[in-house]
Every structure is written in C-alpha cells, then in structure tokens.
C-alpha cells in the first residue's frame, strides 16, 4: 500500500521513546525505555482526524458504495431478444402495413403489473378497432444510461416486453384471429411513423368518457379510431390517462370481461420463453406431476398439491393504512361475481380503528392469520400439501412462517427467494413468480394489488374455475 495512503488510514499515535533520568547528575541514566502515554482526550482527536484525512474518507465513501452495487452485478441488456424482436415478420417491409395505434403516455417508471393490465387492455382496443397495436419496453427510467440504481443494485432501464410476455401483446401471433393485424415494436413505428413525411393522426383522451364502464370506453375510442384514415395514430393522453387507476380499481373494468376473456389478448397470452425456462429449471421445487405440465405454456391443468400465496409485504406497511383511509376496494377483476372470497368495509365506516383493523387483516395479515385461512383452504381442498409464496420479502422473515406452517401439517414452503435464476431472469422474476402462480392448484392473492388481479385474470381466462381463486 502506497505511503500517502497508509498516512490516511493510520489511526495510532505514533511511539515517542525517552530515557528516565536519574537523581544524581553524575549517574548514567538507565537504559530502560518508555512510552509516552496518550490520554484520551479532544486534543488526540484533533491530532488524528486531520481536515486531509476527513475529506479523504468522505471523498471515498461514494467511491465504495459504488463498488458495492457494482460487485452485485451488471445486469443484462437482453440484446439477444431485442433482436428477436426486430426480426418479427410483421417488421418486414414486404408485408402489408395496417395501421398503427400506439399510446406515447404509456405507464412507466411503476411495478411490472401495473404496466401489464395498461398493456393488455390498450391491445385488447388496438384489436377491437382492427389497427395494429405499438407495444414498448418495460421502462423502468428515461435516463440515456442502459442502468437505474433501484435497492442499492442495479437493474435495467429499460427491458424489451418479450423477455416478460409473448402473445399478441407483445407482437406475437393470434392462432385464434389470423387475419387481425399483429403488434409491432416502438422501434418498427419509428422507422414506419417518423420520418419527415410521415402522417400522424392524434386523437386527445380530453373528451372520453373516463368515469362510464369498461364497454362505454371501448366503445367511444373504437368510433374515434374507425374515422382515422392516416397510417400511423396516437393517442394524446395528456388530458388524463386512457385506462387509469381508477378503471382498474373499479368493477367498471367487469363490463369488457367476456369480451376482453375471448380475445386473442388472454387466450393466445403466454410467458416468455424466458420466463418459462425459469420455471421448468426450478421443477423440483415446483414437483410436477409431469414435466409437461410445465413444458406446456398453454396447458390448463394445474400443479395439483401446491397452493400459490401472494404475501405482499415491503411498501405495503405504508400502502395498506393508506388504503383504509380512501376506503379502496379491492381490484376491479377481483370483485368477479364467479370468486367466493368478498370485502365489505360496509360495517366499518364509521369507526376509524376497526376499519384500519379490518384492512389489515386482508392487506397485512399476520403469521397466524395466513396460517389460518390456509387451513381452511385445505377443508376445501384436502390434496393441498405444499406453499409457494410469492413475496417480496425477505428470505429470513419467512422462516416463522415456514415454521407455523409445518407444525400445521404442510410439507413444505418454498418461497420467491429460494427460486434459482440466471442474470437474466433475476429481472424478470415477477413474471416467473407469476407463472407459476398461474398453474398452482389454488392462489390466495391480496385482494387490493394488481399482481394479484392480473394472475387471477390469467387463471380465469385459461377457465380454472372461481373458487380456486381466493384472497387473504
């Protein structure tokens, strides 16, 4: 280590030697050294923390923060699916170009879920209307950098949808409606849409009906898209979002089901190649009957024996008393009439304690809770012997958990953090988390997140039946 850098980080006194001296002058004095002691006091560490050395070790400690998010990992920039993506045979010049609907206000910067229910309903009119839907990165940041810092790591920017999604959100095929126009990426739009003598039509979100039902939206917008004759249109949604929060935290979003249930968005969705290959790579965790049953991404039988449970923790110790004093409901797709499990906070509007109790009952359920309507799951299906939970907390906090439920008679609980995933599929292990939510026998979701609701979108579309779909 260089001397300079040795005088920084050298916190000890350095030894000042003398000789004891004797009485008598004419004495040699005594050979035996000594050391000077150092009270401790203000004065030893003025002498030791210099102004060099403090500005030193501040000037360093960004230094090796930085090391450590680095020595985490760089994540991928999946360039091997973008490829994929550009080389879709709808991006060919050769074949007949529809017209293109793509929404520059898309959601970014949320969780994965909340752009995914944006995403599939904003196809689903894209379909409906007949024109070819513009799908785009998950975006995490806007920033030129390919890298956010996100938890002390890491992650992507930006992540192109097909490494989350295959089907037709995300530009796949449509067995079910060939001849309707496939989606296309925002870098295919670009080159189709944004040259100098390219003609945009933009039609503004100012006047639709936001506040009516799911079907009166759709309906407003495909009159809007069916007088467009330009090739290339875009949605202005400056005004307010075309499919916001509210819509899919309202029942409003019920009124499209049946339609949106058939549409090639939720019969032909399938996970990613990439997301799937996680899953099958983690079967003994998973225990399949047969490999097929996870081989298969459109196979409707489930992984009998194993229970999903979504325990929503992290952010949720502050979202959830927040829920209780807007009075939310549960998720739009989650007050189905076909699911059993119901919330009512009814009894409990006046009374400001029991209805933050009743919330977090459902919201924030403890250990002995969860071990109880788990429980009671089991009464109505005695096959159940083992817990996957879809979490994100972390691994150490669950071991109570685990604990309880053994004692309870499980087999065994197996959780998002015991999952083995590559550098690539570490930043898509929501997906991989839901995928296999999507095939547990029976998921017990949290009633108010929209994971939750999008994996039990999934699960009915795919027709597993209403009650195999609960909440805490």
């Not at 003025?46 to 230094?63: E, N």
């Not at 709808?90 to 959601?107: A, D, W």
């Amino acid at each position: 280590m260089p001397r300079s850098v040795r005088s920084v980080f050298s916190w000890t006194f350095r030894a000042e030697e003398y000789v004891l001296l004797t009485a008598s002058p004419s004495a040699p004095p005594r050979t035996t050294k000594y050391r000077r002691r150092h009270s401790c006091s203000w004065r030893s560490f003025i002498r030791v923390f210099t102004l060099r050395k403090v500005l030193v070790s501040v000037t360093l400690v960004p230094v090796f923060l930085l090391l450590a998010i680095v020595c985490q990992g760089i994540p991928s920039n999946y360039e091997n699916i973008r490829s994929f993506e550009h080389h879709l045979p709808q991006h060919s010049s050769s074949i007949h170009q529809p017209q293109y609907l793509r929404f520059p206000g898309h959601l970014w910067g949320f969780g994965f879920n909340n752009v995914l229910q944006e995403a599939i309903v904003m196809s689903y009119l894209a379909y409906v209307s007949n024109v070819s839907f513009v799908f785009e990165d998950y975006t995490w940041s806007h920033l030129p950098l390919p890298w956010t810092i996100y938890d002390f790591a890491l992650r992507p920017a930006r992540i192109p949808f097909n490494a989350l999604i295959s089907g037709p959100t995300a530009g796949g095929p449509m067995p079910s409606a060939p001849d309707a126009p496939r989606a296309v990426s925002a870098e295919f739009y670009a080159q189709i849409c944004g040259g100098p003598g390219s003609q945009k039509h933009i039609i503004s979100s100012l006047n639709a009906p936001n506040d009516a039902d799911g079907d009166v939206m759709i309906d407003w917008w495909v009159y809007q898209l069916a007088s467009v004759r330009e090739p290339c249109i875009e949605i202005d949604s400056s005004a307010h979002d075309v499919f916001d929060r509210h819509f899919f935290g309202n029942p409003r979003i019920l009124s499209i089901w049946e339609s949106l249930s058939r549409s090639p968005m939720l019969t032909d969705f399938a996970w990613s190649p990439l997301v799937q290959a996680a899953v099958s790579r983690n079967f003994a965790f998973l225990q399949p009957e047969s490999a097929k049953d996870l081989y298969d991404a459109h196979s409707r039988k489930s992984l009998a024996g194993l229970v999903a449970l979504h325990l929503r923790r992290g952010d949720y110790k502050r979202h959830c008393p927040n829920l209780a004093e807007w009075g939310a409901d549960y998720m739009g797709i989650n007050q189905h009439p076909s699911l059993p499990d119901r919330f009512d906070r009814s009894p409990y509007v006046n009374d400001t304690n029991a209805r933050l109790s009743y919330y977090l009952d459902h919201c924030w359920p403890s250990t002995e809770q969860v071990v109880e309507k788990l429980r009671d799951i089991r009464k109505e299906y005695p096959g159940l012997r083992r817990v996957y939970v879809l979490s994100n907390e972390w691994a150490w906090s669950l071991d109570g958990l685990k604990n309880a439920l053994e004692e309870d008679g499980w087999d065994d609980l197996v959780s998002s953090a015991d999952i083995v995933l590559d550098s690539e599929q570490k930043h898509v292990a929501m997906a991989v988390d839901m995928a296999i939510a999507e095939k547990a026998e029976v998921f017990i979701g949290n009633g108010f997140s929209s994971l939750s609701s999008n994996v039990v979108m999934l699960r009915m579309a795919k027709g597993m039946e209403g009650k195999s779909n609960r909440f805490l």
